[in-house]
């Protein structure tokens, strides 16, 4: 008996599964079809606008891409969700960690998640989010041997083509080892990847952007523990873990995907390096250049690549076109100079206010000019005196 009921409840999950699976064919065929066109029948309605008001060519296009997400971890989970959202072609989801409650502090994973792997959890999120999206999940540690040549396998042939090299490598994880392993991949490929991390403390991140061969590699600065080649693991103190907030990951998140925007659809800057400081929101910005005597060999491989690619770039020479002057003969001795001499301007700008940083005052107001009457110096007369009273005592001196 119980084993006819067992067989019933297996045919019941089935048919569930069944149906669920007709609808999210249903939903991702309807998206399939769906135009670029701004309706309200398009649930992308408001990212396709983009093109209508003129800041990507064809928003459209992000369904042709391909990234690699290494790390869904609290940034790492928030990226891919935006990228989801945002309608990307595929996604590579790489991580070997498992939900705990812990994570629930994060703006992604659910309680009822704990105990699944991050990718497996991360991938069915994703997928009741947006049918329409490839998803390819690895569960295992990019830093040993063999899954590093794995790791490297999909990078290089992870397309939504399945012969060519993925578009955009994130990397989302904690900790310099794997940070390194990325760096290590992606140099030997050429690829192009974003680093981005959380500091300890939880208030203060950064992104960055690495062209291999053109900006600075990861081990072309490495942190202080990388280059005095200490354990990272020896740095852990006994029963203190970081510090972890959902607004600061949420926030560099944001700043990842933005870029990753901004560098797939080509609109705006791309930013090389940016970061940010919760304690003062401040924003620094720079951009590094590689390292010479970096200690990766591919970094400095890729360094000569690019410099002969640059080299063999046609030059192109702007000529200068001499501004012509009209009027050059000037016999009368016209010249054209200022009303307000400097000393005026120096005494017109008065008190200059505090500014911060990066901002100057544009103009001054000029001061006020002393009237008329104050002009009459004094023992002339009363300023209410006629003219022919001032005459008169004027021929009398």
Not at 25 to 35: C, D, G, T
Not at 159 to 173: E, F, I, R
Request: proline share 4%; hydrophobic share 35%.
């Amino acid at each position: 008996m119980s084993t006819i009921e067992e067989l019933k409840e297996r045919v019941r999950c089935l048919e569930a599964e069944l149906e669920k699976s007709k609808k999210s064919s249903v939903a991702r065929q309807k998206i399939s079809q769906m135009s670029s066109e701004v309706v309200d029948s398009n649930p992308y309605s408001r990212l396709m606008a983009l093109k209508r008001m003129g800041i990507v060519d064809n928003y459209e296009k992000i369904r042709d891409y391909t990234v690699a997400v290494v790390g869904v971890g609290g940034v790492g989970s928030v990226t891919a969700e935006m990228l989801t959202r945002c309608g990307i072609g595929k996604l590579l989801l790489f991580d070997y960690d498992k939900v705990e409650l812990a994570n629930m502090n994060r703006l992604f994973f659910q309680p009822h998640q704990s105990g699944m792997s991050k990718v497996e959890a991360a991938e069915k999120t994703l997928r009741e989010i947006n049918p329409d999206v490839e998803f390819e999940t690895h569960n295992y540690n990019i830093t040993t041997m063999d899954n590093f040549t794995h790791f490297m396998n999909r990078i290089s042939t992870g397309s939504l083509q399945g012969n060519s090299p993925v578009d955009l490598v994130l990397s989302c994880v904690d900790n310099f080892e794997a940070r390194m392993a990325i760096n290590t991949a992606c140099n030997e490929l050429g690829q192009t990847w974003i680093e981005s991390g959380v500091s300890e403390n939880a208030v203060s991140g950064h992104i960055q952007m690495i062209k291999p061969g053109e900006t600075s590699c990861f081990a072309c600065a490495p942190p202080l523990v990388v280059a005095t080649g200490t354990d990272e693991k020896t740095l852990k103190r006994e029963g203190v873990c970081a510090a972890s907030l959902p607004t600061t990951m949420g926030i560099v998140a944001g700043l990842l995907v933005q870029n990753t925007l901004k560098y797939l659809l080509q609109f705006g800057e791309v930013t090389y390096y940016l970061g940010y400081n919760a304690l003062q929101d401040f924003f620094p910005m720079m951009s590094l250049k590689p390292n010479p005597t970096c200690d990766d060999s591919f970094c400095k491989k890729q360094q000569n690549i690019y410099q002969e690619r640059l080299a063999a770039k046609p030059e192109i020479k702007v000529e200068e076109v001499a501004e012509e002057v009209t009027h050059e003969e000037n016999n009368w001795g016209i010249e054209l100079v200022s009303e307000t001499s400097e000393l005026e301007l120096k005494e017109a700008e008065g008190v200059i206010p505090d500014l911060v940083a990066g901002v100057r005052v544009a103009y001054t107001t000029p001061a006020p000019q002393p009237t008329q009457e104050a002009d009459i110096p004094s023992g002339t007369g009363d300023a209410t005196e006629s003219l022919d009273d001032l005459m008169a005592k004027m021929k009398s001196l």
